[in-house]
């Protein structure tokens, strides 16, 4: 029988050193990702301070998204800047920029001016909230140079269509009266009757690509569209969820009359309130945030050669239309043929469909405890140290054996 000692796991049968890659996502309301990763890392080296440990940051959320991507995408600037939050009043809602594949491009998370942390919803702001301050955002990055520019969506308390963004962008929209609608109100509350400036202000984006980063499927109206799925969580009582999907209706209708493009059936564009449909008339393209997020962090580098790849979230669940970031960077691992590890919270009952078998889900539970015990920061961080530990060990008894 072979010994099993702490030198093993170091080195490779052909005396290389290992190499693993550590990724985690935030364990939402419990851990962000950086105590996770450090979490993973500090385990594995007290088992083993020789295996060649390399980390990154992902992040499924929004304004999570950003901070992530500040700290561990490369050469990011991050541009202040000052404007208006969904329901009209000042914010700083800084944006970043770096380049991705050549060309200048600008980040930005839509919760920055229309989080859903800003407002307490109710029927009052959900017919004030606009996505207008979002506009604002994309125009000062054009104005900078940007030929690219990545929304990361989520966490929003908008429900207007994306309509406060075109309208930020110089679309116009008229009453019946035929009166300009003013910039401080939700133009789904506003009944407004004709739409202008439409062709000219999706022109600006003919040389600029934006990509919208979601994992939702719902398209901008209708049964499975933004209001009915998100409405009622953002303060919208029936009726208003009604009209406005009605209004998003008739929109998307006048941008087949003026555009010729039907956008009716593309999934996901219901995100943010409908955020992702405006996107998508200036030419937006739906994007898997995992896949973008992985590129920003420079993770399929760090991936190359790499031993294993421990990843985590807070809830891992498998949702074959809609994969979660998790999901989708441990699919990547996969491709890259690198075994890949999620260590989680909570393993929901869809995991036992998840059909890649390359990867390994842990869930850090010792004992049956209270959500509210395991989700205790020292407690949880404890409990990831164990099951790394029982990981890495696995792993030396599987090389020992061989
Ligand atoms: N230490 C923990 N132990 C058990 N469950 C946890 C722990 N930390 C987080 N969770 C669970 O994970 C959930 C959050 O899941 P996750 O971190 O994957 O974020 P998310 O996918 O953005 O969340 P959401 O479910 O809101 O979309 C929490 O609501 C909680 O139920
Ligand atoms: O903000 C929202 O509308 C939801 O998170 C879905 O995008």
């Known amino acids: 029988m ?40 500090e385990s594995i080296f007290k088992i083993d ?4 440990v390399v980390t990154a940051g992902i992040s499924d959320g929004a304004l999570d998204g950003l901070d992530v991507l500040k700290r561990w995408g490369r050469e990011i600037e991050e541009i202040p800047f000052k404007t208006t939050d969904l329901m009209g009043r000042p914010v700083d809602a800084p944006y970043l920029t770096t380049n991705y594949k050549k060309a200048p491009l600008a980040i930005i998370a839509t919760a920055s001016t229309a989080g859903k942390h800003r407002i307490l919803p109710s029927p009052g702001s959900f017919i004030r909230a606009t996505s207008f301050g979002l506009g604002t955002q994309i125009r000062d990055a ?11 969506t989520g966490e929003t308390g908008v429900s207007d269509g994306g309509l406060g963004l075109l309208q930020a962008l110089g679309v116009n929209f008229y009453d019946e009266e035929g009166h300009l609608i003013g910039r401080d109100k939700n133009l789904l509350a506003t009944n407004f009757k004709e739409v202008r400036n439409l062709e000219s202000v999706v022109q600006q984006f003919n040389h600029v690509e934006i990509m919208i980063a979601t994992n939702t499927d719902r398209p901008y109206a209708g049964y499975r569209g933004a209001q009915r799925t998100w409405g009622m969580d953002k303060g919208g009582t029936k009726k208003q969820i009604e009209v406005f999907d009605k209004r998003m209706d008739g929109f998307f209708m006048t941008v087949i009359k003026e555009l010729n493009l039907d956008l009716r059936d593309v999934a996901g564009l219901g995100v943010d309130g409908g955020i992702g449909g405006a996107l998508a008339v ?7 945030t995992g896949d973008i997020m992985a590129n920003l962090v420079g993770l399929p580098q760090k991936l190359e050669d790499a031993d294993l790849f421990i990843t985590g979230t807070g809830k891992i669940s498998h949702h074959p239309q809609t994969p979660h970031v998790i999901n989708q960077v441990l699919d990547l691992a996969t491709k890259m043929s ?53 990981i890495i060990r696995l792993m030396n008894m599987a090389r020992a054996e061989k």
């Open 2 to 41: 072979n010994v099993i000692n702490c030198t093993y796991w170091a080195f490779d049968s052909r005396g290389e050193k290992m190499k693993v890659v550590i990724a985690a996502d935030a364990f939402k309301d419990c851990l962000s990702s950086d105590e996770v990763n450090e979490a993973v890392r």
């Open 49 to 52: 301070p020789e295996v060649e």
């Open 142 to 152: 054009l104005g900078r140079g940007a030929k690219r520019i990545l929304i990361l």
């Open 282 to 288: 200036l030419g937006g393209q739906i994007v898997p």
């Open 338 to 390: 690198v075994p890949a590890v999620a260590i989680c919270g909570q393993v929901d009952n869809s995991m036992r469909h998840y059909p890649n078998e390359k990867v390994a889900v842990f869930s850090i539970q010792r004992r049956p405890s209270s959500l509210r015990r395991s989700m205790e920061t020292r407690y949880a961080i404890v409990n990831i140290k164990i099951v790394t530990r029982n």
